[in-house]
């Protein structure tokens, strides 16, 4: 099947608002008989279903949590980009166009990106109406803080829990919904197959994590706005049961799958401690406003740093390397994350991170806590040269904008990070990739839609700060519910879905074997050992910095351990009852499968693009190097193994930006 | 309005409002029993006024006594209702960590008061009852026959405490009595919604009354008890 | 660390349930309490035995999943945390460790650790949201500005992760600090005003309807709540529900 992008014609600035004008609506009256499922209630998920929802039409969401307000979309913390310009600092919808698409190393669908532009300035609105409260100055007005990769100051926050309030503005919205009857909210329930009927998506199977019971729904769409995949590494910023698994059925039931390898490893995360760690914690890339990232320049300093004989602050001035502001003056420690992580892992490789594993980076606040002192003891009409007092009235400041994150190092680390730096590393994060769509979000399949992190449209290969929640609400907010119109438009007359059909049942017979077959599988090893091995080659071998010996080694260890883990995985219980342990196994299952097609993803893509470094090709200073025959979109066809994917390309045209060599210097 | 009383907070704010009343009546209270320490004539004077007034004797003393029960009523019923709320209780429970003993403890201090009240009627307003509408000695003399031989307040009071387990009960009640204005007296402020820059010093306010009311009952029996 | 712990296990909702001890070795104090568990249950898993169920996803305290009763308190003996940030660090070798599941009639225990919180759903469906359509025309977002400490106290407010500690570590299991926290959010702008009254009448009468109990002022939510939320919080909603009263 060829792909069609199915972009609107016209001039960019106006495909988006011609395509609303020219697309058939479904009459109120008509809404009424039309169901969509939702499955996942984050940003993307949750505000689609609630717009679906006050639209007319009948809603049933699903998410695997105890409730759709605990999505992982809470744990977004720094902001939400848009093109407000309140600054005056010259923001545009263009400017916030050309940034994520340079930001995404040129590897992002314009039309989609200027439509998330042109929209994002509504989802402020929006989430003001809606009671979200932002952070504002003594005025009274919406305050804005500047994010990596960009010049202008765009993004609105709320303190650093951005994600959870825009997150409980979208949950809200939905409780309306609900309330009204007009969302019928299915919590702890898991999607573990899409149905097809004559082509079409028409339904899912789920789980109830509860009981057990296997259920079948029908709609006359189906929505997945079911996150990322980062889980794959085993350790990353993700949820605990953040998973591939409603988008790797989607998949194999012929959605393809986009750029899977684009994976975004976020530069501020809290460094590994041992074995035993379960999940890294990320801390907001708005800590790099103010703090600076360095290494010691000495290797006798690194090692008096970890035997703990010195202490990071007694270093001198100019024993410190501040590598971002000496490779990249013109944004220093702003760069964009791709840029920021790499630079990390390029000074530990070199052998000088400064924990006792050797992966570590300092992020320091003294030169902040000193200028914000300063500053303040001016205001105040205080002695500036009282080194104590602006210490004092500096760290203040900080607590103030930083406060909590400090607070969550300090409780992790077990050290203060407003006298001493913090030690950061890079982390698994987000996906690009996803599941490939359309301009009007849909899949390959008919009337399966994807949105949010689960798709790949917006990011390119790598995705600025502060434009998840960004893509997730303009997604749910204001994109889907026109373009999803235009689909059902033409099932007016087709009526309620029944589940009683033999592809419903084909569908939950091959869910029940699958489920069966882990039950009685009574192997010797645990998910979570699978999972961490799975997690160990990707890291190692499809981490920050690829090369196609590493990742043809990758594709067959996986290959090799998913086929010990369905000989060998155990998972106590039965299937009739709350049994983590096996809805864990689905979810890892899936994971043994994108793993593959993620190395197969990376070792094709011949190139470096944003969170995809190909070691072969780089500039002589280390840069990522890209190359105009890669200008496409990888979406691969399921057929079987991941091995016998067949790649599709869709070529990405730049009409409005011109492409170039992406310099942060 | 009408339904005000079967939610959680308007009866939590019933509970407030007639203990924020019953805590005015004991501060009134207690101002005139101090006086029988300083002045057992106007301690007589004001006593017999209290005693005979109509204001008081026909409108004042059923409110109280209405706002009392209610009190404990209303107290019972909460405390059922939240005894439902937790069926299962916790195996370890680390209440001291997070709250004063004061705090978890009100149904019990609120029995003990309930079971002094009981004395205290006892001891005194059933007597006073008796003399006063079945006996129909207005007269308030210690004679009714005599009009010199003067008011019989200070005396009965004064008598009471001769006997030492009754001051041992009566202190022993005004230590719970503490213990619950502790509580009670800032919680009442924040169940009506007060909790703004004057709460603070409302609640060192509290404290003080807490403890300086009780201990000035304490006070009182003592110096009657001591004084024989 | 070598620990004892004395975890609640309840099949299902129907099972009666009991404390059962269990021994662990070389726990790390720089592990969080949920990776103690993890590798609890990894042992239980391949002895063939039933891991513990516990209710976790983020595991960096923002999503209100875990929960759990800890020696005697909600999210154990730390401040300002919840369960999956506490850190073995708080505790010393030789220590015996009781876990249970949050206790209240409105959160029925699903499985061994599990409860089921969805009556804090149900409080929101009944008003926690501002009527406000989706379109691409409500009113700019500076056109009404909102007093700085205003914002500042909704959005402490609007900080509550709704994980049940309140309600867990209050004597009579209310949930007047949760449902405080979302009727004051909404009460301290603007954009909540035009719904105020109906808002905290609806929301209160599903929280009574839910089999909370009542609130005593004990302040033991505030203490225990990981996010610090503030007893004002229950104040105001007093305030807002007499004056709702009144308006009828």
């Given amino acids: 099947m060829a792909l069609d992008s199915k972009i609107p014609k016209g001039p960019i600035k106006d495909k988006w608002t011609d395509y609303k004008n020219h697309i058939d609506l479904v009459n109120p009256a ?41 999505a992982h979309s809470i744990a977004a913390q720094g902001g939400i980009n848009a093109a407000k310009n309140y600054q005056g600092d010259g923001d545009s919808t263009y400017r916030l166009f050309y940034d994520t698409v340079k930001g995404g190393d040129y590897r992002s669908r314009e039309a989609n990106v200027y439509r998330l532009a042109e929209v994002s300035a509504n989802i402020i609105d929006q989430c003001v109406a809606q009671g979200v409260p932002f952070a504002r100055e003594y005025g009274g007005l919406l305050d804005n803080r ?3 990769g960009v010049l202008v100051s765009r993004t609105f926050y709320a303190a650093g829990q951005t994600g959870q309030q825009l997150l409980l503005g979208a949950y809200s919205a939905m409780n309306r919904q609900i309330g009204r009857g007009k969302i019928k909210m299915y919590n702890r329930h898991e999607m573990l197959d899409v149905v097809k009927v004559d082509g079409k998506a028409r339904g899912i199977i789920t789980r109830n994590l509860i009981t057990g019971e296997i259920e079948r729904h029908s709609a006359h769409a189906v929505v997945l706005g079911t996150g990322g995949y980062g889980n794959v590494f085993f350790l990353s910023t993700n949820a605990m049961g953040s998973n591939v698994t409603a988008a790797w059925k989607a998949h194999k039931r012929g959605a393809y799958f986009a750029n899977p390898c684009y994976t975004q490893i976020h530069p501020t995360c809290i460094p590994v401690s041992g074995d035993h760690q379960s999940k890294l914690t990320l801390m907001s890339e708005s800590l790099r406003n103010d703090g600076r990232i360095w290494v010691p320049k000495k290797m006798e300093d690194v090692e008096a740093i970890r035997n703990k004989t010195l202490k990071p602050k007694d270093i001198a001035e100019e024993d410190r390397d501040y590598y971002l502001e000496r490779r990249y003056p013109a944004f220093g420690n702003l760069v ?22 050797g992966e570590a980076v300092f992020l320091d606040f003294a030169s902040a806590i000193i200028r914000y002192g300063k500053e303040q003891a001016t205001v105040r009409h205080l002695d500036v040269n009282d080194a104590a007092l602006v210490k004092k009235l500096g760290q203040e400041v900080v607590k103030n904008k930083y406060g909590n994150l400090f607070q969550m190092y300090e409780k992790i680390v077990d050290q203060d990070p407003y006298n001493t730096p913090m030690m950061i590393y890079p982390a698994v994060h987000y996906t690009m990739g996803g599941i490939w769509v359309d301009y009007n979000l849909m899949t390959t399949v008919p009337g399966l839609y994807a949105i949010g992190e689960a798709n790949f449209s917006d990011h390119g290969a790598n995705r600025l700060g502060a434009s998840a929640l960004m893509q997730g609400l303009a997604d749910g907010y204001f994109v889907l519910p026109y373009t999803i119109g235009d689909y059902l438009s033409n099932d007016i007359r087709t009526g309620p879905i029944s589940t009683d059909t033999r592809e419903f049942e084909d569908a939950e017979a091959e869910v029940r074997k699958n489920i069966d077959h882990l039950i009685n599988n009574n192997g010797t090893h645990s998910v979570d050992y699978f999972h961490k091995r799975l997690g160990k080659i990707m890291w190692n071998k499809c981490g920050m910095a690829r090369n196609a010996e590493d990742l043809k080694s990758a594709i067959s260890e996986i290959s090799q351990l998913r086929a010990e883990f369905w000989k060998d995985v155990r998972v106590p219980g039965t299937e009739n009852e709350f049994n983590e342990e096996l809805a864990k196994a689905g979810r890892v299952a899936d994971f043994l499968e994108l793993g593959e097609l993620f190395a197969k993803d990376a070792l094709q893509r011949e190139e470096s693009a944003g969170g995809h470094f190909r070691e072969e090709y780089q500039t002589p200073e280390g840069e990522a190097m890209r190359r105009k025959e890669f200008q496409y979109v990888s979406a691969w066809e399921y057929k079987g193994e991941p091995k016998d994917a067949i790649l599709h390309k869709e070529e990405l045209a730049y009409e409005n930006i011109e492409v170039k060599e992406r310099s942060y210097k | 309005m009408s339904g005000i009383l079967n939610s959680s907070i308007g ?56 706002g009392v029960i209610f009190h404990f009523v209303m107290g019972f019923v909460l405390e059922i209702r939240n005894r439902n709320a937790r069926k299962i209780n916790y195996a370890k429970n680390n209440g001291s960590a997070n ?28 007597p006073e009852i008796n003399v006063k509408y079945f006996k129909g000695d207005m007269s308030g003399l210690i004679d009714p026959d005599n009009v010199d031989s003067g008011f019989r307040y200070w005396e009965e009071l004064h008598h009471k405490f001769q006997d030492m387990w009754r001051v041992i009960l009566y202190c022993v009640a005004f230590i719970f009595l503490s213990l ?49 | 660390m070598n620990l004892t712990l004395k975890i609640w296990r309840q099949a299902n909702a129907n099972d009666k349930g009991k404390m059962v001890d269990y021994k662990i070795s070389d726990i790390s104090p720089d592990m969080s309490f949920l990776e103690m568990l993890d590798v609890l249950n990894n042992e239980l898993i391949e002895k063939g035995e039933q891991p513990v169920a516990f209710d976790h996803d983020c595991r960096e305290g923002i999503c209100g999943s875990c929960s759990l009763y800890i020696n005697g308190e909600a999210h154990g003996p730390d401040r300002g945390v919840t369960t999956c940030q506490l850190h073995m660090r708080m505790f010393k070798d030789g220590d015996t460790i009781t876990i249970e599941p949050f206790r209240a009639t409105a959160f029925p225990v699903i499985k061994d650790l599990i409860v089921d919180r969805t009556s804090f759903d149900r409080i929101q469906h009944a008003g926690g949201f501002i009527s406000v359509n989706t379109s691409g025309n409500t009113i700019d977002a500076n056109a009404i500005p909102v007093n700085k400490h205003n914002a500042d106290d909704a959005f402490s407010a609007a900080t509550c992760i709704g994980c049940g500690a309140c309600v867990a570590s209050c004597k009579n299991s209310s949930a007047m600090l949760f449902v405080g926290a979302k009727v004051s959010q909404f009460a301290l702008l603007p954009q909540g005003q035009v719904e105020a009254t109906d808002r905290v009448l609806n929301m209160v009468k599903q929280m009574d309807e839910e089999g909370f109990g009542n609130c005593t002022n004990t302040g033991a939510c505030e203490v225990e709540c990981p996010k610090g939320i503030s007893l004002e919080n229950i104040a105001r909603m007093n305030r807002e529900y007499l004056k709702a009263s009144l308006k009828g």
């Avoid at chain 1, 039309?34 to 007319?56: K, N, P, Q, R, W």
């Avoid at chain 1, 000074?347 to 594993?357: E, F, K, L």
């Avoid at chain 2, 609120?110 to 009981?118: C, E, K, R, S, T």
């Avoid at chain 2, 010093?201 to 000035?216: R, S, V, W």
Wanted: one cysteine or more; hydrophobic letters at 50%.
């Fill in chain 1, 30 to 70: 008509n809404k009424r008989n039309i169901d969509v499922i939702v499955v996942g209630t984050g940003l993307a998920g949750g505000s689609a279903a609630a717009t679906l929802a006050e639209l007319g039409y009948n809603v049933k969401a699903f998410c695997f949590q105890d409730s759709p307000r605990r």
């Fill in chain 1, 146 to 148: 500047s994010f990596g």
């Fill in chain 1, 336 to 357: 964009p994350r791709d840029v920021a992580s790499r630079a990390a892992k390029e000074r530990c490789d070199a052998g000088y991170g400064v924990n006792a594993t």
């Fill in chain 2, 11 to 66: 009866r939590k704010f019933a509970m407030a409002l007639s203990a924020l009343f019953l805590m005015i009546f004991l501060l009134q209270h207690f101002s005139i029993n101090i006086l029988s320490v300083f002045s057992p004539d106007t301690f007589n004077e004001v006593s017999h006024f209290m005693g005979t007034f109509w204001a008081v004797q026909y409108v004042l003393q059923p409110i109280l006594i209405l």
């Fill in chain 2, 99 to 126: 709250s004063s003993w004061m705090s978890r403890n009100m149904i019990w201090s609120g029995l003990a008061i309930l079971a002094f009240i009981v004395l205290h009627f006892y001891d005194f307003w059933a």
């Fill in chain 2, 180 to 228: 619950h204005l502790l509580h009670g007296f800032s919680s009442a402020f924040q169940s009506t919604g007060m909790n703004n820059k004057y709460s603070k010093g409302l609640q060192g306010f509290g404290k003080a009354y807490a403890i300086i009311i009780p201990l000035g009952f304490v006070f009182i029996a003592l110096f009657h008890h001591f004084t024989h």
